[in-house]
Every structure is written in structure tokens, then in C-alpha cells.
């Protein structure tokens, strides 16, 4: 062996070695320049589980700080009872969550209870493994909590009439605000319904340039993402897809290609050509919703949930920004409301009866008021049931962060129709990437109207779609 | 080796010198990413670092043992890479072996077939097996499992070709002479042919190993449970979370890297030798 | 010995008509063969040649989210992969482009880079073999270390790369994000990782050229530059070739660099669609038949690779 070899392998068993050295006794926050508290993304440990307890697992998708508290309600469950221990496995993802759900389809390797985003409902339903909700609540007798769910979450989980799963982690999307921009060139910040053209001045006097005409803020930040356009439709009232958005029998085809859409599209390209608004491209939601914590954008779209989150980075940024919300954009004829994201519990028909029941008995619990005020209040997702409005946690956190009743009243602006909920299909996910690329070619120019961009999208979604129908029947 | 300087009298300092500063300006720019990594590693919690550390005094090397402390499953992703590559390694060498010494040693009829049989996975691109094997090891129930990331992989065509053509260049007689003796098949592979071919052997295990070691996408596709995945994928999920804190994403990155540096310090010279025993035969 | 043996092929040939003497032995030694193969054969047909053959049958379906063939298609996934259905308006055309144009700006700069690398590692000076070593260490680096590495160099939060951004006037604060930049900068993190396995096989092409040649040319005369056109690269050429050959095959089928540095482009490159069909969009039969298509244009341009090459090829 070559010496120099030696030396060198040598040098690096070192430096392995001085790791363990280092492991017991050193600080985690030497060396912080800045010196702001950063919070910490240890994980939260999971609480031991209970001699002769029922093991039920349990699949979220949730991640970091988000993560913890799922861990840490999950502890609150398991330390309130002894009969069942629900064990918690964070999947990495929402996506990871269902394709494993459905790699265990086949191998039967299914968890008792899941978290499965808004957008897996139709994938859920049509795997025939689980048990609607709604069936085990009658079978209880206690239907009364189905009227306590706030309508607009209980709508999006509801399918030919029936609830499938128990709305979990709930949000809608917002415009997010910098207050004190708005103030600083005369716009009210506490207005909450903007219409497009209000919204295209408001972004004109937020754009600030610097002497050599370089903008060092603009108006909004944009990004290409689904899920505002899908609420777009909703606020008003016009159907994403057919028949009557999947809600009453399996969707046949999409049809966000209509003027709602078009005029949604030809608004943010307005903007970005009038330099009034920065456009992120694909991928581009963390850089959007960093030049808004920085003061560079002045708007951003994003979800309630992320509330918290953005604040403390606004904090962090030192920029001045100060955190607001306002309705998603309405013209004046909009009579619809927003839709709901985030996930919902399902429960699977798999195990023994006694695993059924202790995540049936997990499930119940993590509807009560309490559980769902102490959630809403350390994440920035709603209380799923109305009775949590009622506690003291919840009023407080209302106080201290008021933005957060901008989106609550959102969501109850109208009436639950089925063109204002949600749409389901098999295919959602892909048709997400579908609309991106036709949000991305329109907005870089690849494409020359937004006609263009919707039909091809749609003609692309319907296709999978079509494929998806034929491979479940 | 091209040594011009002898023939042309070339001077020799500023030669040498002009050599030592080409070598170590490549040297320094071909490692930059390793040094970047190791300075964002050093600066602490800070979400905006800098390219060289601003002030020396306070570097954080307790990064690297506070990167355990914070994420304790990193100690369970280095076992499992340890284990699934130990393993595979010591699998592939086995069955690569066996094989090997039927096609070197053994005369049988289809002998060019079984041959074509194992070099013709090489031939196939894992993508073309990929969705296939998925969909098998989630029916067998072997998701988040060692058996799920070593068995597909315990047999190796470029293995068993390795082995093969060492197995040739070694003499037939000493075989001959040892069958005559009595001495069983398999005890000649053991006690005879293996430690004689210790280089090969001994190539195939730090290829194997590396390689194994490295593995990204299957990883990726078999394994969701934390506990369960690998180095590679383990270390891409860490930047996965809402702030971004760099220093222990790198100080992780680097403490996993470690184990395939130091197999490539020590296997250096077999490495070599078996990945151009395939190039230069063209 | 030779009597004895003769005796007993006699004996075997007695109870075991018709068999001449030489075959006996190769039967008896065909069962020892297959019974030492068979663990290998074992997890070759069933992790390769089965799976194989399973691809083949998914491809030609409609599957369900739990990978069971549903509907049988025939060709039509395959016709909707290269563009070919005028029913769809599906077409991985654009994707098998973007492959090819990553393979272009990986593989010429990843072997010129090596030689010029190997070149300056042959130079005798003390301490060489630290140098040779540095060279060849991004082979133990993995792509999914040097992905994560390479992200945060373009990250705009780390400001590596910030003045690159400005200096090209760019939209987007990161190379990742502008579509222009967006492949270059894959490719040359994946040129920075091939370094080490190139370097290698480079130099070890470079140091089997006999010495003797370099000195009868010096005697003759010629400069360093022409011996290194007239000897050194006319004898390098078969590395060469298979330096082109394993580092087309291997960027064309690149995925790790991709899943951490621009998982969001499109079009991207073939091989991480394949995997975004498959993983999030669970068409397995659809993606069967992707997959099928990369092994069909691979095993074409390996054979064309060789044939053209090879004429170019000097062979000692």
C-alpha cells in the first residue's frame, strides 16, 4: 500500500474519530452570527407504548415543525388512554403516502388509519379498502357530530352524500399581504375582497425601483401552482370538472378551460408583463414565499397554514414586513368561497376488528374541540369542528393572530354548492403537473394565449383521466 | 510515462514549479465543493452563510457530533447502509464466484450460453427491471426491509466476469493435480482457488461495496419508514424541512461520505485494477 | 490412470448404452455447473430476465394504481411515447431530446477533462500519487452526496453562484431555476462527479502506451504536442471508446441529479419522467413501456457507438 495512501486514510479515520469525541458535551448553537433564536426541527419523540395495548399504525405525510405536532398529538392520544397505541409513521410526504397506500394494495400492507391528502379522495374510495366514516359515526350514534364540522371542510369530504374520512388538518388559500407596504402607499391593508383590476393598480403602486431602474420591490411575487387555480373556480361557482366536480357520480371529464380560467391566467400575465409582478417558474413557491418575508414582493399567494410559518421568516428577514391576509382575488360578480386543502384521516378495512376500532377510537378523538383547537392554534390549519371556536385557546389565538379570522370567514362566504367544493378524480395529481406546465408555458411566453394553454392542459388531463377510469372500473 | 524534461534539458525548477501549481490548482478546484461543504457545515444555524467563514475563532465543529443528537436516525441510516452493503458484497462475491468457477473449471454442454446468461444482465438497463421488482417487493411484503434492499442485488454479471477471467489465467494443473488427490470441488474453491485469487476477490468486494454503498433510486423506491432507509436517501430528506439550516445537512453529508473515502484510500489499487480490467480490453 | 478411467467409461458405457466415452463426464459436470450457478441464476431470472418479461406484458396494458394490468392496449403506450397516436396529445419526444442534449454537454467535457487531467497526473514529480488520488476521489462520492452539496452551491441562499446569476443578467436568483441554465448546471455537477472514474480509466489507458514510442519520437524530433496527437491519442482511442460508451449510456440514464437538483423542469429528462409517471402518477404499464423504450434506444447506440468508433480505433 501506497504510503501517501496510508496518510491520507489515516487523516480521514481522524477526523471519524474526533466526531465521537464532539458528540457528548458541545453546544448545538455555537457560532450563530446572527444570533436569532432558530427554532429547532428535533424531532419529537414518540411516548412508549403501554403493556398489552392494541398497536394501530398510523401513516402522515407531514413534515417538519408540522410533523412534530402530528407526533405530539399522536403522544396526547396515546397518554390519554391505555387501550390502544397508535404508532405514528411520517411518510415524507403526501405523495409517498398514497403510493404506498397503494403499493400495499397488493401486498396487503396497509396502515389502520392514514393521513391522505385532499387530492387522494376518488384514489382512496376506489381502492374498496376502507370504511367510511360516516357508516361507523351512525354506527355510534353519533351523526350530531357531522352537523358541527364547519360546512366548507365537511363538503370536501363528503361523496354522493356520504363523509368518507374525518377532516383532519384543514386550510384554504390567501393572498398574503405586507401591511406596511399597503400603508406606506396609501392602501388599506384591512380591505379583504380585492377584484383583478384593484389588485393590478395596488400591484403598479407597490413596485418600487431604485435610481438605475432596477425593481427592488415588486407588487407580487408569482408561481405556477394548481391549487389557487382550482380555487379560483370555486369563487366562482364554476365547475372544475364533470359531472357536478365528481361529487355525485366518478368525474367523466375536466373542464377548467372556460373564460373564469382564461381571465385568471390573462391577469397575472398582465402583471408580469408590466414588470409589476416577478414570476418564479415551476418549483419557484419557496423562492416566491422568501422574496415576500424579504420585503422584495409585497403579495404572494399561499396557504392559511402557513401562516406562522411566514411570519417568523418575515421576523427573521428583519425587513419590515408585516403579515396580512385578504381574500383570495373576487371581482364583483363572484359569489362563491374558497375550498379546502390539507388532508384527512381514512380508516382501512384491514387488521383485526380490535385495530378498526382503536383507530375508529383514535379518529373520534381527534375530533374534539379541544384537540382541535390545541392543533389549529401551534400549526395555522383551521378546527375542523365549530365547537373548538368556542374554547379559550382558540379565542386567544384568534387575538394574537388575527389573519387567521380573515380566513376562517372566507371560507364561509357562501353557501356549499358542488361547483364551490372541491373536485375529485383519480387522476389529480397529474392533472396539477398539467395545469403548472400550461401556467409556466403561458406566463414564459411559450405559448401565446391562454386559450391555447388551457385546451392543451385539459385535452392532456382528460386523457390520463380517461385512463384512469378504464383501468378502476 | 511521458518524461520529456530528461531528453530536452528542460531547467528544472521553474518546471517544477510551473507542474506543483498546475497540480494543486486543479487539486483545489476539483475539491471546492468538498471545502464548501465542510465551511457551510462550520457556520452554525445560520440561514445565511457565507462562502469562507467570516470569523475563524468561532467555527462550530461540534456540528458534527450535534448533527447525532438532532437527527438520532443518522446513526440508524449508517447501520443499514453498513449491513445492506456488507451483505451484498459478501453475496455477490459468493455467487459470483460459484459461477465463475463452473464456467473457468467445469466442462458442460451450453457452457457459452450460461455465460451470455450473466453477462446479459448487463446488457439490461435497471430502469427496463426497475417498475417490475417495485411492484414484486411490495407484493412480497418486502418494503421498508434489509431483504428488500440486498436480495435483488446479491449477483452481479459484471462478477461473475471478473471472476471468470481470473479464474482463466490462473494455471489448470494445480486443478488437475488437486482432483487427482482427491480434493473435493467445492474444497478446491475454497481452500485453493479463492485465496489465490485474493486481487480480483479483492477488487470485486470494493466495487461491490462502493457501489452499494451509493445506491440512490432503489433506496429511494423500497424504503418510507425513516428507520429503514439508507445514507444516501437519508441525507436528501434533511433538506426537506421548512427552515433552512445548512450546517447539519452538510455535516451529515460529510459524515457519510466518510466510510467511501476511506475504502477508496485503502482499495485504491483494486478499484483500479478492476475497472480497467474491462476498458482496456476494449 | 489412464487404464482405470478407460475401464470405467467402459463399465458406464455398458449400463448407459450409446454414450460416448467424453460426454459422460460433461453431463455429470453440467448438473455440478448448474448447481453452482444457481444461486446467481437464482436472483438473475428473478430480479432481471423475469422482470424483464413482466415489463414486456405491463407495457402492452392499462394498469390500476396497484399495478395489475387491467386493459390490453397493445402498442398504444408505445405509440403515445414517441408522439405517434394522433388520439394523444401526450409526446415524450420532447423528453428523449432533453436526454440527449444533457448527454452532449456531459460526455465530450467529462472525457476531455480526463485526459488533460490524466496528461498532467503522468508528470514524474514527487508526491504525484497524492495528486493521482485526489483526482480519482469524487469516485467515492455519491451522486446523492455531491446532489445535495451541488443544490446548496446553487442555492441563491448561500450566494456561491449569485454573482454567475447577475453577471448573465438572469430572471430567476438560482442557475437551477432560469430554463437556460437549468440543464447546463446538472450537467456540470455530473461532469464534476464523473471526474474521478474517467481520470482512472484515462490514465491507466495512458500509462499501458509503451515508452519506447515517446523516446524514438523525441529522438525523431517531434514536440510534445504532436507526439500526443500521433501516439499518445491514437493509442488511447480504444479507452476512448469505451469511455464514450459508458458515459452515454450512464447520463442518459441519470436520475439522482435530477430528483435533487431540478425535480420541477419541464420537459426534463426522459428517465425522471419515466419515474414521475410510475411514482406519482402510479400508470405502471405506462411506464413500463417508457422504460422499454430507453432500453431499445440504449442497446441501438451502444451498437452504433461501437461500429462507427471502432473504425476510428487504433488497436496495437
Known sequence: ?473 | MINFSTRRGWKSIPYFGLTYAMLIGVSLILMFPLFFALSLALQGPTAAPTLIPTNFETLDWGVFGAVFQQQPILSRWIVNSFVVASAVTVGVVLTSSLFAYALAYLNFPGQAFLLFVALGTLMVPFEATLISNYLFISEVGWKDSYQGLIVPFLASGFGVFLMRQYFLTLPKELYDAALVDGCGRLRYLWSILLPLSRPALATLAVYTFLGTWNQFYWPLLVTNDPEWRTTQVGITIFSNFEYAVFNTQMAATLIVMLPTLILLLLGQRQLVRGLTAGALKG | MATEQIAQAQQHIATHRALPLFVRPRIRDLGRALLYASPALVIFFMFTYFPFVRAIYLSLHITNPAGEARRFVGLQNYARILGLDPNSTVNFVPYIAESFKFAVLVVPAGIVIAIALAMLATVRVRGIEIFRTIFTSSIAISLASSGVIWALIYNPSTRATRWLVDLLGLQQPSLLANEATALIAVAVMSVWSGIGFNFIITLAGIQAIPQDLYESAAIDGANRWSAFRRITLPLLSPTLLFLLVINTIGSLQAFTQFHLLIPEKTPNVYVYATYREFWYNNRYGFASAMSLVLFVMLLILTIVQYRLANRRVHYQ
Open chain 1, 1 to 473: 500500500m501506497k504510503k501517501s495512501s496510508i496518510i491520507l486514510a489515516l487523516v480521514a479515520f481522524a477526523m471519524l474519530a474526533s466526531t465521537a469525541f464532539f458528540a457528548v458535551p458541545t453546544a448545538f448553537t455555537q457560532g450563530n452570527p446572527t444570533n436569532t433564536p432558530v427554532p429547532t426541527i428535533t424531532p419529537v419523540p414518540p411516548v412508549a407504548k403501554p403493556e398489552g395495548a392494541i398497536e394501530v399504525t398510523f401513516w402522515y405525510g407531514l413534515g417538519g415543525l408540522l410533523g412534530n405536532v402530528v407526533q405530539a398529538t399522536v403522544n396526547k392520544y396515546n397518554e390519554s388512554q391505555s387501550k390502544y397505541y397508535v404508532k405514528a409513521i411520517f411518510q415524507a410526504s403526501y405523495d409517498d403516502t398514497i403510493n404506498k397506500i397503494n403499493a400495499g394494495l397488493a401486498s396487503g400492507d396497509l396502515p389502520n388509519v392514514a393521513q391522505i391528502f385532499e387530492a387522494g379522495t376518488q384514489r382512496m374510495i376506489d381502492t374498496k379498502k376502507i370504511i367510511p366514516v360516516e357508516d361507523l359515526l351512525a354506527r355510534d350514534g353519533l351523526l350530531s357530530i357531522i352537523d358541527d364540522l364547519e360546512p366548507a371542510v365537511r363538503a370536501n369530504y363528503t361523496v354522493n352524500g356520504k363523509l368518507y374520512s374525518a377532516p383532519f388538518n384543514s386550510s384554504t388559500a390567501m393572498l398574503y399581504i405586507n401591511r406596511a407596504a399597503f400603508r406606506e402607499v396609501g392602501l388599506d391593508p384591512d380591505k379583504r375582497a380585492w377584484s383583478y383590476d384593484e389588485l393590478i393598480e395596488a400591484a403598479r403602486k407597490l413596485t418600487v425601483k431604485d435610481s438605475s431602474g432596477k425593481t427592488i420591490r415588486y407588487g407580487i411575487a408569482l408561481y405556477p401552482e394548481s391549487w389557487f387555480f382550482e380555487q379560483i373556480h370555486a369563487v366562482n361557482d364554476t365547475f372544475f370538472g364533470e359531472p357536478n366536480n365528481g361529487r355525485t357520480a366518478r368525474m367523466e371529464k375536466y373542464t377548467f378551460n372556460n373564460p373564469i380560467a382564461e381571465a385568471y391566467f390573462e391577469w397575472q400575465k398582465k402583471m408580469i408583463d408590466e414588470g409589476t409582478a416577478i414570476y418564479f417558474g415551476t418549483g419557484g413557491g419557496a423562492a416566491a414565499g422568501a422574496a415576500y418575508a424579504n420585503g422584495e414582493a409585497a403579495m404572494y399567494f399561499s396557504s392559511i397554514a402557513s401562516l406562522r410559518t411566514l411570519i417568523a421568516s418575515a421576523e427573521r428577514a428583519g425587513k419590515g414586513v408585516e403579515v396580512g391576509t385578504v381574500y383570495m382575488p373576487r371581482n364583483p360578480d363572484a359569489k362563491g368561497k374558497t375550498i379546502v386543502g390539507g388532508a384527512s384521516l381514512w380508516i382501512t378495512n384491514t387488521g383485526t376488528p380490535e385495530q378498526q376500532e382503536g383507530a375508529w377510537d383514535f379518529v373520534k378523538w381527534s375530533l374534539r374541540p379541544e384537540v382541535q383547537a390545541e392543533w389549529a392554534v401551534n400549526t395555522g390549519y383551521y378546527p375542523v369542528v365549530r365547537k373548538a371556536y368556542e374554547l379559550d385557546i382558540m379565542k386567544q389565538g384568534l387575538e394574537r393572530f388575527p389573519q387567521f379570522q380573515v380566513a376562517i370567514d372566507q371560507i364561509r362566504l357562501a353557501e356549499i354548492t358542488d361547483a364551490n367544493s372541491a373536485h375529485i378524480s383519480g387522476v389529480f395529481v397529474s392533472m396539477r403537473q398539467d395545469v403548472i406546465k400550461a401556467l409556466d408555458d403561458y406566463f414564459t411566453g411559450k405559448v401565446a394565449t391562454a386559450k391555447e394553454a388551457l385546451d392543451a392542459a385539459v385535452a392532456r388531463a382528460n386523457e390520463k383521466l380517461e385512463e384512469y377510469n378504464a383501468s378502476v372500473e
